[in-house]
């Protein structure tokens, strides 16, 4: 298997939807956030000597962040080549 450079994690259930924030909701919100981080630790965990580089985690960055959040990766994963 190829060395893994980098994790980026943009899981996260959608903040704004037009579901009511009942508990079970709310509960699912930070379940998809910690959950699926717990998720990517347990793996990196695993790798022993091949760890990732960077681990990038963003959640709740929608449609409007989106451009952003792009040039961020981009600037990220320029230091990784």
Do not use: H
């Not at 980026?8 to 959950?35: C, H, I, M």
């Not at 990196?44 to 449609?63: A, F, N, T």
């Amino acid at each position: 298997m190829k060395p893994i450079k980098a994790i980026v994690n943009l899981a996260g259930a959608p903040l704004l939807s037009f579901q009511r924030w009942t508990d079970e909701y709310k509960n699912e919100v930070v379940q998809s956030r910690v959950g699926t981080t717990k998720t990517f630790v347990d793996f990196v965990r695993d790798l022993k000597d091949q760890k990732p580089e960077v681990y990038i985690s963003m959640s709740g960055v929608g449609k409007f962040f989106l451009k952003l959040a792009l040039l961020y990766f981009n600037k990220c994963f320029q230091r990784l080549l």
